[in-house]
T-cell receptor, first 108, second 115 residues
Framework: RKEVEQDPGPFNVPEGATVAFNCTYS??????FFWYRQDCRKEPKLLMS???SGNEDGRFTAQLNRASQYISLLIRDSKLSDSATYLC?????????FGSGTRLSIRP | NAGVMQNPRHLVRRRGQEARLRCSPM?????VYWYRQLPEEGLKFMVY????????ESGMPKERFSAEFPKEGPSILRIQQVVRGDSAAYFC?????????????FGSGTQLSVL
């Protein structure tokens, strides 16, 4: 089993739709969690941190479920510019593990 | 405040040559990570360094690859006797500290093409 697993997608949704991704992790000692966004042939960029209480940043909401060992990302009112690959990142103290990413494509 | 700087942006080498990739971390950051990404694939961890120390090189191929982060100057990822399979994007990331809530900031990457 991979340490961090994501559905590779692609998710193909219409503009304005709500879309959600999950990411599961295997190390119960993991301490912190993040979502990164990567555009084609560009470097990954931090989208948001994920806290136990859940957090929201505009149209983006991230949740952490420690009991089930998964994190989620919800995007509301999706825009064309949201098309990218979304990477789940898990920090288990001395190791930072990236998921393989979920590809999202927003169509007009 | 400059971000993570990588150079060159593109590097072309013939089989058997050496490739040197450089990474200057963000100001104030003393931790550097190198990742490799093949087309249509995810980021693969290669090595984690602090100044003058290799902390984790579990992702580095056993041969031909080496990395350093000297006291002065950028971190260097060195690939000797390159082969076509080394063609990939190599990303460097830096962070301020280890532990909880550590966040990585990435450079723009070096695209290595081996002819």
């Amino acid at each position: 089993r991979k340490e961090v697993e994501q559905d590779p997608g692609p998710f193909n949704v219409p503009e304005g739709a709500t879309v959600a991704f999950n990411c599961t992790y295997s190390n119960s000692a993991s301490q912190s969690f993040f979502w990164y966004r990567q555009d084609c042939r560009k470097e990954p960029k931090l989208l948001m941190s994920v806290y136990s209480s859940g957090n929201e940043d505009g149209r983006f909401t991230a949740q952490l479920n420690r009991a089930s060992q998964y994190i989620s990302l919800l995007i509301r009112d999706s825009k064309l510019s949201d098309s990218a690959t979304y990477l789940c990142v898990v920090n288990a103290l001395d190791r930072i593990i990236f998921g393989s990413g979920t590809r999202l494509s927003i169509r007009p | 405040n400059a971000g993570v700087m990588q150079n060159p942006r593109h590097l072309v080498r013939r089989r058997g040559q050496e490739a040197r990739l450089r990474c200057s971390p963000m100001k104030g950051h003393s931790h550097v990570y190198w990742y490799r990404q093949l087309p249509e694939e995810g980021l693969k961890f290669m090595v984690y360094l602090q100044k003058e120390n290799i902390i984790d090189e579990s992702g580095m191929p056993k041969e031909r690859f080496s990395a350093e982060f000297p006291k002065e100057g950028p971190s260097i990822l060195r690939i000797q006797q390159v082969v076509r399979g080394d063609s990939a994007a190599y990303f460097c990331a830096s962070s301020h500290r280890t532990g909880e809530h550590e966040k990585l900031f990435f450079g723009s990457g070096t695209q290595l093409s081996v002819l």
